[in-house]
């Protein structure tokens, strides 16, 4: 399912948002035109788009932090 939204919305962003370089490119437009170009480039984009996203998350989970207990919960039993 995530594989079929990803390339609707890959699809979605090309024909409505444009792909104009520099003005309307985004990540994932940028790295299929550069492939045909280079190798090198798009993998160094993908690499920067995972890493980004990782950080994204990691800030995310910190800024957060952990969740309290519901009061009133019963705790575990460890038993199933």
């Not at 079929?4 to 490119?25: D, I, K, P, S, Y």
């Not at 994204?56 to 957060?64: A, D, H, P, R």
């Amino acid at each position: 399912m995530a594989w079929a939204r990803a390339v609707g919305e890959f699809g979605a962003t090309l024909m409505f948002a444009g792909n104009l370089q520099g003005v309307t490119q985004t990540m994932p437009l940028a790295i299929y035109a550069a492939m045909e170009q280079d190798i090198r480039i798009p993998v160094v984009l993908s690499v920067t788009l995972v890493a980004v996203s990782f950080l994204v998350i990691i800030v995310t989970k910190f800024l957060l932090g952990p969740k309290p207990a519901p009061q009133g919960a019963a705790a575990p039993s460890g038993r199933g």
